[in-house]
C-alpha cells in the first residue's frame, strides 16, 4: 500500500491589534475585565496591553467619559472568526446594540490591524476605516507598536504626530485627580 502524503492547512498566526472602548458602568473595570477576557480565549495568545487612557466621548449628546487602550493579539483565528470571538465577549459584558452609531456602551471590541491584511467585506472593515483620526486609537497603539506601519495608512507614529492628544489623560492622572468618575458616570 502506497502511503499518500497528508497536507494540513495550519495558517500561521497573526499579530493583531484589538481596540478596547467603555464608558458604561464602570469602564476601567470594564477594560480590565476585557483583558481578562481576551487572555482566555480558545486561538488566541494576548501579548501586549497598552496603558489605559481616558477621554471625552465622540459621539452625539452628552455622555460620559470613556476608557480606551489597545491589546496586541497573536491569532491563528480568521479575521472574522476573530470578530466572532470579540462580539461574543462584547455579548458577555452588557452590550446592547441599538443599531445606533456610537452611543454609549459597556465594552466596544474593534479590530484595528490584523497582519498586513486589508479587508473590505460586508461587516467588516481592517484596518478600522476611523482609526487613523483618533489619538483615543492611535496613542495606546503606538505605545505597544512604535514602530507599526498600518497597512494603507502609513506608520502610527506619523499618524500620531497628526492629532491632537490633548484631550487623553492617562489613568493614573485620572486617580491622582481624585474624580469618582468610574462610579458615577455624569
Ligand atoms: N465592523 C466592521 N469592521 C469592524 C472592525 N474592524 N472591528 C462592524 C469591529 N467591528 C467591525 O460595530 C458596528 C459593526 O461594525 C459591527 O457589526 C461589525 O460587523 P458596533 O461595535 O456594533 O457599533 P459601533 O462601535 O457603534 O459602530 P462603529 O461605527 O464601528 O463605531 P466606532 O467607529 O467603533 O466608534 N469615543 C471615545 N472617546 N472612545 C471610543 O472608543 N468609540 C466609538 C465607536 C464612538 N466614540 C468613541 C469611542
Ligand atoms: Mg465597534
Known amino acids: 500500500m502506497t502511503q499518500s502524503a497528508v497536507t494540513v492547512d495550519t495558517p500561521s498566526a497573526s499579530t493583531a491589534y484589538i481596540g478596547i472602548g467603555s464608558n458604561l458602568e464602570h469602564p ?9 477576557a481576551l487572555a482566555a480565549l480558545p486561538g488566541l495568545r494576548l501579548s501586549a496591553f497598552s496603558p489605559l487612557y481616558r477621554n471625552p466621548a ?3 449628546g452628552r455622555q460620559p467619559d470613556y476608557v480606551n487602550a489597545v491589546a496586541v493579539v497573536e491569532t491563528r483565528l480568521s479575521p ?3 470578530l466572532a470571538a470579540l462580539q461574543a ?10 443599531g445606533v ?8 471590541l474593534d479590530i484595528l490591524v490584523y497582519g498586513d491584511r486589508e479587508i473590505e467585506s460586508e461587516g467588516l472593515r481592517v484596518p ?7 489619538a483615543f ?25 497628526a492629532v491632537s492628544q490633548s484631550a487623553l489623560i492617562s489613568i ?15
Do not use: Y
Not at 476601567?28 to 481578562?36: E, G, K, S, Y
Not at 452609531?101 to 466596544?108: A, E, H, K, V
Not at 478600522?128 to 483618533?134: L, V
Open 58 to 60: 465622540l459621539g452625539p
Open 89 to 98: 465577549i462584547e455579548t458577555r459584558h452588557g452590550r446592547v446594540r441599538d
Open 172 to 186: 493614573d492622572e485620572a486617580a491622582m485627580s481624585g474624580g469618582d468618575w468610574d462610579e458615577q458616570p455624569p
Open 128 to 134: 478600522h476605516p476611523r482609526m487613523g483620526e483618533r
Open 137 to 161: 486609537v492611535l496613542r495606546p497603539l503606538h505605545d505597544v507598536a512604535p514602530d507599526l506601519d498600518v497597512p494603507g495608512l502609513g506608520p502610527v507614529a506619523a499618524l500620531l504626530s
Open 28 to 36: 476601567l473595570r470594564q477594560v480590565l475585565d476585557a483583558r481578562d
Open 80 to 82: 472574522r472568526d476573530l
Open 101 to 108: 452609531r456610537w452611543t454609549p456602551r459597556t465594552l466596544d
